[in-house]
């Protein structure tokens, strides 16, 4: 069926014209909509097109499974895991998943904000055509919008979100971290926080400002609420004095500070922070006592970006010497914390960087965004130290891709793209 005509699934309209008013409506009242109401409204825009039985899943934050939200008009059921599932296959291949039932189709289509991933809306429907397909992309699109602003009044997603309690400090660090990926032509970047339900002291920060990446990984010492704390003061301090257009070690110093000036003379944060211009793909960065970063090239560790370090945030080091390294497209740098490689394995040898290595090349091995590498070398890493971690652990990734970009901002004179 050509777009902008009518459906032809039991005489409903799924035309251009049609789509757009619908989808306004919902835009139109998602301004003052309170949180509870958004799951009838799902229900209701999904019936407008001829589908039934809808779901909305979202994932829990161990990055394992999604779990259903709960909500009127909503059918419930029980969590799917990522790995093996048809909402997982959506997931994480960021597109739409068919499955043929008994009266119709079984759509999943994943739930985007940008380029991170949300869920999963399904519903069910008689056979779907181009326009159908289309307005349910566009509509999840809008959907996962909606659930991001709207999550920031409730508790209800932070929730649903929840398979088990989290810890007081995870609590304060998860408030406060980044969206877990971001993709665009020129960068793609992902992170992952270990334990997720008890992490204490570390945390990823990441801005793109204009053609410059900014990248923090830090360490707070200590565990729990204490390294919390620490961790929020360090992050914050690195966002006040990045907002001030700042250089590496200014910044460096500024975080140096705030910790020395809340904390007592034994306290201290290890810290690495980078920039990287995705216009050229040169990458700077500084060493406060973190582990080296690791160089992929064509799924490979090519080497080991080694720097000279200076004393962690707190202690007061000298200025830090500026590394470089030329990035070449495609190029990944994996960013890590010493709970990865310090933990102990279930004989009670230490991980050590080597194990890292062959897990993370193993990982690349399936090929895939940042963020898939990310959580299948996460969970392999889980598993390779024997289901759990004495430590707290980061792991981010990024990917410098040296793709264009200005076509995403123009638009012909007739609306396309």
Not at 156 to 175: V, Y
Not at 199 to 209: M, R, S, W
Not at 257 to 274: E, N
């Amino acid at each position: 069926m050509a777009s902008g005509t009518a459906g032809s699934s039991a005489g409903t309209d799924r035309s251009e014209g049609f789509g757009e008013r619908l989808l306004g409506t919902m835009i139109d009242r998602a301004h003052e909509m309170p949180p509870q109401l958004i799951a009838p409204l799902v229900s209701e825009v999904i019936a407008a097109i001829g589908g039934r039985d809808v779901a909305v899943y979202l994932q829990d934050y161990d990055q394992m499974t999604l779990v259903p939200l709960p909500g009127q008009g909503l059918v419930g059921g029980e969590p799917e895991p990522i790995e093996g599932s048809l909402p997982g296959r959506a997931f994480l291949g960021d597109a739409m998943v068919e499955q043929s039932v008994d009266d119709g189709v079984r759509l999943f289509v994943p739930l985007l904000d940008g380029s991170d991933r949300v869920g999963v809306l399904a519903f069910t429907a008689a056979i779907p055509d181009e326009d159908s397909r289309r307005l349910a992309r566009r509509f999840a699109g809008l959907l996962a919008d909606v659930l991001v602003t709207k999550g920031g009044y409730t508790d209800r997603f932070f929730q649903a979100r929840r398979r088990r309690p989290m810890s007081l400090s995870a609590e304060m660090l998860w408030s406060i971290v980044p969206p877990l990926m971001m993709t665009t032509p020129q960068v793609a970047v992902a992170g992952i926080l270990e334990p997720a339900y008890d992490v204490g002291g570390d945390i990823f920060d990441y801005a793109l400002n204009d053609d410059v990446l900014h990248v923090a990984i830090i360490d707070a010492m200590g565990h729990g609420m204490g390294a919390a704390v620490m961790a929020t003061v360090a992050v914050a301090a690195y966002r006040h004095a990045r907002r001030g257009d700042v250089d590496l070690a200014d910044l460096y110093a500024a975080i140096d500070h705030a910790v020395a000036g809340q904390f007592d003379q034994d306290s201290f944060a290890t810290l690495q922070m980078a920039r990287l211009d995705v216009g050229s793909g040169l990458l700077r960065w500084v060493n406060a006592g973190h582990p080296h970063p690791l160089l992929l090239r064509d799924r490979r560790v090519v080497r080991t970006l080694h720097s000279p370090t200076t004393l962690p945030a707190g202690i007061g080091g000298a200025t830090p010497h500026v590394s470089e390294e030329a990035l070449e497209p495609g190029d990944r740098v994996l960013f890590f914390s010493d709970g990865i490689t310090e933990e102990h394995t279930t004989g009670g040898e230490q991980f050590g960087v080597a194990r890292l290595v062959d897990q993370l090349e193993r990982a690349e091995q399936s090929g895939g965004p940042v963020q898939e590498t990310v959580r299948r070398l996460s969970h392999a890493l889980m598993r390779a130290r024997g289901g759990a971690t004495s430590d707290d652990a980061t792991l981010f990734l990024l990917e410098w891709r040296n793709e264009p970009a200005d076509h995403l901002a123009r638009i012909n004179k007739d609306g396309s793209p």
